[in-house]
């Protein structure tokens, strides 16, 4: 008996790797290929492009994208955030749960917005890392490769591939359909393309800012970025 002991320890100890994410262990292969979340059937598919370093996107994706996870609105709702950056890129590669990577977007987006914005870029993402429990070194690994350039490549030309293209961000697009300068909206156009019963709760208590939205496509002004801006 002694002598399966230490055989036994060793399957005992190396069970445990059996089971690491393919997300991570994908950061030892030079090709990177994306892998959606898993989406639910029937839900309704809300897709973001944005940038750093613009204001309104952050404003967009910290005060109103989180009402899809303070309400019931994920349950119908398939996220998609068209990352813009390398960080981004690696964050959304490595958890591809959407309730996480969507955390740490917000996270470093809202520090954006402050009076006195963390120093540096490195900083800002890590001190959000560290606040949601995620691994600074696997983030740090896949941009410092070059991992997170070529998935922000990837995306690049996803959002090129958009008909019609995006005139500025945020962009938010739902089930193919561009909301343009109503995307303040985009609760709505969520509800109204949802085709399930009953409807979440979310539905029924949204309020929604049409006349103020209609001004600011009479006059054309909205708190995007254009391109030659972000």
């Known amino acids: 008996m002694a002598y399966f002991q230490p055989f036994i320890f060793f399957v005992l100890a ?3 790797f059996l089971f690491i994410s393919p997300s991570h262990s994908s950061l030892d292969h030079d090709d990177v290929e994306i892998f959606p979340p898993a989406n639910q059937v029937g839900n309704v598919t809300l897709s973001l492009y944005y940038e750093t370093l613009c204001p309104g996107c952050a404003s967009f994706i910290t005060n109103d994208l989180v009402k899809v996870f303070q309400t019931d609105l994920y349950t119908i709702v398939n996220l998609s955030m068209e990352k813009m950056n390398a960080i981004d890129s690696c964050v959304i590669h490595l958890w591809p749960d959407v ?3 969507f955390a740490f977007v917000r996270c470093t987006e809202e ?3 402050k009076e006195e914005p963390v120093g540096s870029k490195e ?3 890590k001190n959000c890392s560290d606040q949601l429990g995620l691994r600074g070194d696997m983030i ?3 941009y410092a490769t070059g991992i997170g350039t070529k998935l922000l490549l990837q995306y690049g030309k996803e959002t090129a591939s958009l008909n019609p293209p995006h005139e500025y961000v945020p962009w ?3 089930n193919n359909q561009p909301l343009k300068d109503d995307y303040e909206n985009f609760v709505k156009y969520v509800c109204d ?3 399930g019963d009953p409807k979440p709760e979310a539905c029924n208590t949204q309020s929604s800012s049409v006349g103020s939205t209609n001004r600011k496509i009479a006059t054309k002004i909205h708190p995007g970025c254009y391109a030659e801006q972000s």
């Open 140 to 142: 740090n690994k896949c």
């Open 111 to 113: 520090q954006r917005l």
């Open 99 to 101: 309730k996480t990577h």
């Open 14 to 16: 190396a069970f445990p």
């Open 172 to 174: 938010v697009v739902v």
């Open 123 to 125: 900083a800002m993402w």
């Open 193 to 195: 393309a949802y085709q």
